[in-house]
Nanobody, 125 residues
């Protein structure tokens, strides 16, 4: 199983970026898929998740209204559209997949089974 994140880069405050994560090695249609991030000197934190069924999504308060998570048609790809970026959004962004046994989605890092390698997003002021 492999999750490959891409799309990070350097952007000015107020700009936009779109992250992608392609999962392979198994079918992820029954998995929820999410994004976490880790800023320099800080712990990794939850950003957004797309539940395993339908269009259910959940966001951290810090990104609500600015970021949008979506899944590809085959549900093995997850995207994170990031608008109105702020310097405090600077971090390494990780995608992750969760079997979601008995629940729709989770914002707890420990619930996720597979992780991508991370992609760096730098927002300049």
């Amino acid at each position: 199983v492999q999750l490959q994140a891409s799309g990070g880069g350097l952007v000015q405050a107020g700009g936009s970026l779109r992250l992608s994560c392609a999962a392979s090695g198994r079918t992820f249609s029954t998995y929820s898929m999410g994004w976490f991030r880790q800023a320099p000197g800080k712990e990794r934190e939850f950003v957004a998740v797309s539940g395993w069924s339908g269009g259910s999504t959940y966001y951290a308060d810090s990104v609500k209204g600015r970021f949008t998570i979506s899944r590809g048609d085959a549900r093995n790809t997850v995207y994170l559209q990031m608008n109105s970026l702020k310097p405090e959004d600077t971090a390494v962004y990780y995608c992750a997949a969760d079997r979601s046994d008995g629940y729709m989605y989770s914002d707890y890092e420990r619930d996720y089974d597979y992780w991508g390698q991370g992609t760096l997003v730098t927002v300049s002021s």
